[in-house]
């Protein structure tokens, strides 16, 4: 009724009426038909430009449709299976830096004369695997590792084949070789015994010059409630051992407790990790492992520094084993892990500095690198996303312009009734993103001036608002795309102002006389 040509008189107001009278009319013969809504519901605004509807479409159901779209994603998903290798790596650096604090002899001198400490690489070790789907159920799967220390090195390559037997289980056949260890051919099964509990058995025969080693590891694992798993693991060969642990894991913690009975290895542990609510960015850690060998005391924290990256780092502690630096990067699907040795004993200075450090060092790469490069990142990608949408949001724009002009008129007699019986007046509404009053300028260009529209939008002396973007209202447009965006009311009732901001999906209704502010304000 608003954007209806015979309702306005001047030339240029009813050609633009018209023009936004014909979406509006366009939108409704969609909506109003249930196979073009069922199309547009499924595919959008591209599916009703798809030719072939008339003949193929116009006979289905909106169920049919949606029977078809499904298909159709189930091929896509298939092919987009056929392409992915899901490639996983580990490279690891171990650091030996015992000589900035062991130094027994404080009378020797390096025969070059220079008197730094040797920080040395006394082993690396670097696996890689690739996965290559070759049907909805088969995998193969093509691994490989090399290692050193201290001068002597080996490497092996593995390749298994994955059948998905059900939807219940799948096994594995594993066959490998290596320059240090002879061929190695296993079998990995899993089966779901029930819905809350499942069993992994694993068999490998490893040849070698000392004849064959047969390998067995059966793991049993129970879901004791929605959060705790308890696992028991026996494993019989190479280091038998039998181990039990119970894992409870929630969205602010993750705690383990397991005990291990075995040769030559016997030990029990306990660690816990905090995730934070408000910062589910960052996790702090701690664990105590005892045992025969000794006991090892590791804390530390991670964060998420980028969309997919986590750098992490952890403090170890232990007799005989002493000090330890543990530094994780986790980058997408790849991972880098430095385990720095300072010291083979208990000395107070290396749990400081081991602790202090990279505190230090992170904190000087985020201010200095980590988040210029992030702040960086977003401006670029909100460019893109601005340079892309330009053309759409010009004509958003004119569009909502446009219909600004038109709700003149109505708007002009809403008032005049809202104010006849002392009702809800709309004294000035903004839209956008807001910033602190020393950036007036960019206050400018990210917020529009919104007022006429809701205005046009109060029916019996209330707004409301659903949950939804408030840049799809008549007379609305998106002024910054991309960015975080928030509406700002201020209105009159009852002869009284008040004011209200609210984000730009929540919903919206006034008047609420919780916000008062003092008419001169």
Not at 42 to 53: A, N, S, V
Not at 474 to 498: A, I, N, T
Request: contains cysteine.
């Amino acid at each position: 009724m608003l954007y209806h040509p015979d309702k306005h008189r001047d030339p240029e107001l009813k050609s633009q009426a018209e023009r936004l009278f014909n979406l509006v009319h366009q939108a409704y013969e969609v909506l109003s038909d249930p196979q073009t809504r069922a199309i547009y519901d499924i595919y959008g605004k591209r599916g009703l430009e798809m030719e072939g509807w008339e003949v193929v479409e116009r006979r289905r159901t909106p169920a049919e449709i949606r029977e078809e779209f499904e298909r159709l994603q189930q091929e896509r998903e298939e092919r987009r299976l056929q392409q992915r290798t899901n490639p996983k790596g580990t490279i690891s650096v171990g650091v030996d830096a015992t000589d900035l604090f062991d130094r027994y002899d404080e009378e020797y001198e390096d025969v070059s004369g220079s008197g730094f400490p040797q920080i040395e690489i006394n082993k690396m070790h670097i696996s890689q695997s690739i996965e290559a789907p070759l049907t909805a159920t088969d995998t193969a799967i093509l691994s490989g590792s090399l290692s050193t220390q201290n001068g002597n090195g080996g490497g092996s390559i593995n390749f298994a084949l994955r059948r998905v037997t059900s939807a219940k289980g799948w096994g594995e056949l594993e066959f490998g070789a290596g320059d240090l260890q002879g061929p190695l051919f296993g079998l990995k099964l899993f089966r779901n015994l029930t819905p809350r509990c499942f069993v992994t058995t694993n068999c490998a025969l490893q040849f070698s010059s000392r004849g064959i080693r047969p390998g067995l590891t059966t793991v049993l694992a129970r879901n004791l409630d929605k959060n705790t798993v308890g696992y028991l693991q026996w494993r019989w060969g190479i280091q038998s051992a039998m181990n039990t642990s119970i894992v409870r894991d929630t969205k602010t913690s993750h705690f383990t407790v397991a005990l291990q009975l075995g040769i030559p290895h016997s030990f029990a542990l306990i660690s816990y990790q905090h995730k934070f609510q408000d910062d589910d960015q960052t996790r702090v850690k701690g664990s105590l492992k005892a045992g025969f060998f000794g006991t090892v005391v590791e804390y530390g924290a991670e964060r998420k520094i980028s969309r997919h990256s986590v750098l992490g780092a952890a403090v170890s502690v232990g007799v005989p084993q002493g000090v330890s630096l543990k530094v994780k990067l986790n980058r997408a699907s790849q991972t880098y892990f430095f385990p720095i040795h300072l010291t083979d004993q208990l000395l107070p200075s290396a749990v400081f500095y081991a602790t202090v450090g990279p505190l230090i060092i992170y904190f000087a790469m985020h201010r200095l690198i980590i988040k210029p490069y992030l702040r960086a990142q977003k401006e670029k990608e909100l460019e893109k996303q601005r340079e892309s949408t330009a053309t759409d949001t010009l004509q958003k724009k004119q569009e909502a312009e446009a219909a600004v002009r038109l709700m003149q008129e109505s708007v002009r007699r809403i008032i005049e009734a809202e104010e006849s019986r002392m009702g809800l007046i709309i004294v000035n509404a903004w839209y956008g993103k807001f910033v602190n009053d020393k950036s007036k300028k960019s206050e400018k260009v990210k917020v529009i001036d919104v007022t006429v529209p809701l205005q046009c939008l109060v029916k019996d002396s209330k707004l409301i608002l659903t949950e939804a973007s408030k840049a799809g209202l008549p007379g609305f447009y998106d002024p910054c795309v991309g960015e975080e965006k928030s509406l700002r009311v201020l209105y009159q009732f009852r002869g009284v102002l008040h004011q209200v901001t609210v984000p730009d999906s929540e919903a919206l209704r006034i008047p609420k006389q919780s916000h008062r502010i003092d008419t001169d304000g």
